[in-house]
């Protein structure tokens, strides 16, 4: 679970642009914006937290009306 969970974070880090590639003829070297892969993640943990969110409220509400009892007159 952990490593899930560590997984996600960098993968959040990388899609909002806090890991650098630069290289020279003698190295290379990767360069890790510590604010902005802060920022990345806050940003992409609330975005999944909200998906989340409206998807079960989506699924909640369609079963409510899908098991409502029909009104049957006579």
Not at 1 to 26: C, N
Not at 31 to 50: H, R
Not at 54 to 64: C, F, N
């Amino acid at each position: 679970m952990i490593k899930f969970l560590l997984g996600v974070v960098v993968v959040l880090a990388l899609v909002g642009g806090a890991v650098q590639f630069k290289a020279t003829d003698k190295d290379w070297s990767l360069i890790i914006n510590k604010e902005i892969a802060l920022n990345s993640v806050k940003t992409g943990s609330i975005k999944i937290y909200n998906l989340i969110t409206d998807t079960l409220a989506d699924a909640k509400k369609s079963t409510e009306e899908t098991s409502a009892p029909t009104a049957e007159t006579k």
